[in-house]
């Protein structure tokens, strides 16, 4: 069984950094995709970024994040990372990870696109 564990989240000034974990088990993130997403409140979930085949594949940002956040993995740990640096209070949301790609017309940054979900980590960024 797929099982997905954030941690990581906090509060943080804007400009400052936070380092989001999601440890994984029951996945073989070799063959498939894992991304983070978030959701602030009344808003829809929206992915935040995704790295295909245990970090051999390619990775995608959404363009709001690009440059300021990094996803990588570890993967003797069966971890996946999110590394957020120049947050901005916009950033609030709660973060999830995600495992269990099928693609679907929203595409790999697509929340319809993946089966599996944790239970997310808040990450408040005050201006």
């Known amino acids: 069984q797929v099982r997905l564990v954030e941690s990581g989240g906090g509060s943080v000034q804007a400009g400052g950094s936070l380092t989001l974990s999601c440890v994984y088990s029951?996945?073989?993130?070799?063959?498939?995709?894992i991304a983070w997403f978030r959701q602030a409140p009344g808003k829809e979930r929206e992915g935040v970024a995704a790295v295909y085949n245990a970090g051999v594949g390619p990775t995608y940002y959404d363009d709001s994040v690009k440059g300021r956040f990094t996803i990588f993995q570890d993967n003797d740990k069966n971890t996946v990372y999110l590394q957020m640096n120049s947050l901005k209070p916009e950033d609030t949301a709660m973060y999830f990870c995600?495992?269990?790609?099928?693609?679907?017309?929203?595409?790999?940054?697509?929340?319809?696109?993946?089966?599996?979900w944790g239970q997310g980590t808040q990450v408040t960024v005050s201006s």
């Open positions: 995600a495992a269990d790609f099928t693609p679907t017309s929203q595409g790999v940054l697509g929340h319809q696109s993946y089966a599996y």
């Open positions: 029951g996945y073989d993130f070799s063959r498939n995709v």
